[in-house]
């Protein structure tokens, strides 16, 4: 499963471009790919970051964080199709689209999801500011936590006794004692 036209010259394997409908069912987890529409797959190359694979993950048996949907790289186009297509959508954690930038993460999107908890993931110092102060001030307005690995490092999900907690790993931040 590829979610976008960068594929290595010597892959020999056969693979698929993620697509909307493609899913997955095990015992403790359903995988589903809500975004992009198959119908849309012909646009990937030209605007892969919109078209990036957006997931749903829903964990069964399991208290705490249950249902995840992971945005990749998409904005507010998918977003909005997203609430037309699954408007009863189940989210306690949003891995924000495009590392928190201020083209995704819109306002209606976040306010119809109401997600327990918001996740950015974007480096430390990054060129762009992700996570946007927008997409922050949004966040806040709407009273909907974030976590971002920029102020907490490594943040992983992890099952404990039937429940699937946060750990927050920040080692020591290096780059601060740094001449730059």
Known sequence: LISNEQLPNDLKQPFQYCHQGQQWHYPELDIQILW????DLAFVASNQNQYSCVVYLQF????GYRNFLIMGDAGWEAEYELLKDYPNLKIDVLVLGHHGSKHSSAYDFLATLKPKLAIASAGFDNRYGHPSQQV???LKALHIPLKSTVEQGTLSFVLENHKIVLHERRLDRLWLSRGF
């Open 60 to 63: 069964k048996k399991v208290d």
């Open 136 to 138: 922050i001030a949004r």
């Open 36 to 39: 992009p529409k198959e119908k």
